[in-house]
T-cell receptor, first 114, second 112 residues
């Protein structure tokens, strides 16, 4: 069973389009995250949700809007895609927000904006 | 602010060589420290972690010791294998605040 899954795995789209990436975890965790990995492999957090509430928003442009319909899902919607949005987006989850809980990562969604 | 600095790669080794990947962190708060590994085309997997000074994390032959006096968490392995070829990320997490701050990653290439 896949613990943290993301769809789609690959996404190629034109500049200006709107797209969504979905993430689901079956670990029963309370907290979920989105990270962005750029072409140089640099990883940075974008958002964190705890029990469907936004906890962390790391100065991400408001074209990016996370949505958490329930604590097992955290989707990422991106409006008006730009070339610089091309990256690998990783979803992750952890049991709690407080404390040193290990984060479990999904396989990543490779987004290419043309 | 909080940051993690890793040695630049790629690190190229022959099989059975000794591996060290350096990692240092900014000394703010009392962070937990992690090493994550990313195999080609895959997501990140936790390799090991240490939550307080002098703790040693270990897994799959890899080790790292939390050194508060040198603010370091260097990754070591005595004998690398071709299957260890991957990108290794050092990361910190402040106590009570779940955001992981990653280093830039170090690519390891092991040849037979």
């Amino acid at each position: 069973d896949t613990a943290v899954s993301q769809t789609p795995k690959y996404l190629v789209t034109q500049m200006g389009n709107d797209k969504s990436i979905k993430c689901e975890q079956n670990l029963g965790h309370d907290t979920m995250y989105w990270y962005k990995q750029d072409s140089k492999k640099f990883l940075k957090i974008m958002f964190s949700y705890n029990n469907k509430e936004l906890i962390i928003n790391e100065t991400v442009p408001n074209r990016f809007s996370p949505k958490s319909p329930d604590k097992a899902h955290l989707n990422l919607h991106i409006n008006s895609l730009e070339l610089g949005d091309s990256a690998v987006y990783f979803c992750a989850s952890s049991p709690e927000f407080q404390g040193e809980e290990t984060q479990y990562f999904g396989p990543g969604t490779r987004l290419l904006v043309l | 602010g909080d940051s993690v600095t890793q040695m630049e790669g790629p690190v190229t080794l022959s099989e059975e060589a000794f591996l060290t990947i350096n990692c240092t962190y900014t000394a703010t708060g009392y962070p937990s420290l992690f090493w994550y590994v990313q195999y080609p085309g895959e997501g990140l997997q936790l390799l090991l972690k240490a939550t307080k000074a002098d703790d040693k994390g270990s897994n799959k032959g890899f080790e790292a010791t939390y050194r508060k006096e040198t603010t370091s968490f260097h990754l070591e392995k005595g004998s690398v294998q071709v299957s260890d070829s991957a990108v290794y990320f050092c990361a910190r997490q402040n106590t009570g605040f779940q955001k992981l701050v990653f280093g830039t990653g170090t690519r390891l290439l092991v040849s037979p």
